[in-house]
């Protein structure tokens, strides 16, 4: 059986002067109850995401980073929660495990060139 899939539409995009050749960008992320997406990276970028709406059940595996940060087993975050996804790191699992729709907003910090090349919006 499929599980439904999240969608994701662009929320804001800026070029702060104080990180040349980045954006500063954000996603909203609509995740229907049961969705999961499959595992994934994020071209390098920093990514910050906070969650709005349900509960998301994330994994990220980040092998050139400090083991304490976010990098180790598998957790549940609600609604006003967030989580920190370092460059390079590997979004292993990220499931809405909850009885309502989830929604968060990520966050990211990522070099222009790594968004242009792969098409602009919709990279993600």
Same mark, same amino acid.
């Given at each position: ?12 995009q800026h070029s702060p002067s104080n990180i040349p050749n980045h954006y500063y960008l #954000? ?5 229907? *109850?049961?969705?999961?997406?499959? &595992?994934?990276?994020? /071209?390098? %970028? ?7 709406? #349900? ?5 990220? *595996?980040?092998?050139?980073?400090? &083991?304490?940060?976010? /990098?180790? %087993? ?51």
């Open positions: 059986m499929l599980r439904p899939v999240a969608t994701v539409a662009l929320a804001f #954000g996603v909203k992320v609509t995740a229907p *109850v049961n969705a999961a997406t499959p &595992p994934h990276t994020h /071209g390098g %970028g920093a990514i910050v995401a906070t969650m709005i709406r #349900g509960k998301m059940l994330n994994q990220m *595996v980040c092998p050139n980073h400090d &083991p304490d940060s976010q /990098g180790s %087993g598998p957790k549940i975050y609600a609604a006003g929660e967030s989580w920190y996804e370092p460059p390079g790191c590997h979004h292993v699992r990220s499931e809405n495990v909850g009885d309502e729709q989830a929604e968060f907003i990520a966050t990211f910090v990522i070099d222009k060139e790594t968004v242009n090349k792969e098409g602009g919006e919709g990279w993600w």
